[in-house]
């Protein structure tokens, strides 16, 4: 008889305690509790990276820039010019010298992209450019005629960091993956368009100091002064 209604008695403390922690949980996912509710969803980075390398993504190289992506505190920071903070000077360097000014279409292959495994925020993604100038450019070291001339990159790689929202906190772009391949002179971004441009040894020469100068640090007065 004990057992009996001992039997009984774990049975109803069981089946008790599994409502009230169905209920908890009910309760707790309809409250959103320590989860992100569906219109808090988190976005997906990597198709955002990729949507943003698009000619019409806003990135300002392959077509305008579009301001609602980015972040109020974006900075650009690249292997060769870096740091540029703020979107307000993003976009004005980027109506100057933006590539898709002087180009009516720059193709985009966007073949890998990955999370870095130990920021999940940030994106790296692997591109290939190319295009044909139709207009004249106002590239990083001056102004480059029209000529039809065109331009093959040798694949880069792209890095983005994003906030909580989706926005871009940080670009740094033109680390090539093989110098010896394309027309880019070794160089990525708009350095390695511009030497495909002039086609000549004095402009891979001049790139080519000014990288080494920049070896350690991110800014060269001399360059960067002509740019921004």
Same mark, same amino acid.
């Given at each position: 008889? @004990?057992?009996?209604?001992?039997? %009984?008695?774990?049975?109803? =403390?069981?089946?008790? +305690?599994?409502?009230?922690?169905?209920?908890?949980? =009910?309760?707790?996912?309809?409250?959103?509790?320590? #989860? &992100?509710?569906?219109?808090?969803?988190? !976005?997906?980075?990597?198709? /955002?990276?990729?949507?943003?390398?698009?000619?019409?993504?806003?990135?300002?190289?392959?077509?305008?820039?579009?301001?609602?992506?980015?972040?109020?505190?974006?900075?650009?920071?690249?292997?060769?010019? #870096?740091?540029?903070? #703020?979107?307000?000077?993003?976009?004005?360097?980027?109506?100057? /010298? $933006? !590539?898709?000014?002087? @180009?009516?279409?720059?193709? =985009?292959?966007? !073949?890998?992209?990955? +999370?870095? !495994?130990?920021?999940?925020?940030?994106?790296?993604?692997?591109?290939?450019?190319?295009?044909?100038?139709?207009?004249?450019?106002?590239?990083?070291?001056?102004?480059?005629?029209?000529?039809?001339?065109?331009?093959?990159?040798?694949?880069?790689?792209?890095?983005?960091?994003?906030?909580?929202?989706?926005? &871009?906190?940080?670009?740094?772009?033109?680390?090539?993956?093989? %110098?010896?391949?394309?027309?880019?002179? $070794?160089?990525?971004? =708009?350095?390695?368009?511009?030497? +495909?441009?002039?086609?000549?040894?004095?402009?891979?020469?001049?790139?080519?100091?000014? %990288?080494?100068?920049?070896?350690?640090?991110?800014?060269?007065?001399?360059?960067?002064?002509?740019?921004?």
């Amino acid at each position: 008889m @004990f057992y009996y209604t001992s039997t %009984r008695i774990r049975t109803y =403390v069981g089946l008790m +305690a599994s409502v009230v922690v169905l209920c908890f949980f =009910v309760a707790y996912a309809s409250c959103g509790g320590g #989860g &992100l509710s569906t219109s808090e969803a988190a !976005p997906d980075l990597l198709a /955002i990276a990729r949507g943003f390398m698009e000619p019409d993504g806003g990135n300002g190289f392959t077509g305008p820039v579009r301001r609602e992506v980015f972040a109020d505190e974006f900075v650009l920071r690249g292997p060769v010019v #870096g740091p540029v903070v #703020g979107i307000d000077a993003y976009d004005s360097l980027m109506r100057r /010298i $933006g !590539p898709y000014t002087a @180009f009516d279409e720059i193709d =985009v292959s966007v !073949p890998a992209c990955w +999370a870095d !495994p130990d920021e999940p925020a940030l994106i790296s993604c692997v591109t290939y450019m190319s295009g044909t100038q139709a207009r004249d450019w106002n590239s990083p070291l001056g102004t480059v005629k029209a000529a039809g001339a065109s331009f093959k990159g040798a694949g880069e790689v792209v890095t983005m960091l994003f906030d909580g929202a989706g926005k &871009l906190k940080l670009l740094s772009p033109g680390y090539t993956i093989n %110098r010896n391949r394309g027309t880019g002179c $070794g160089f990525g971004g =708009v350095f390695g368009i511009q030497c +495909a441009m002039e086609g000549s040894t004095a402009t891979s020469t001049s790139l080519g100091s000014h %990288r080494h100068e920049a070896r350690g640090c991110v800014r060269q007065p001399e360059l960067v002064v002509r740019i921004l």
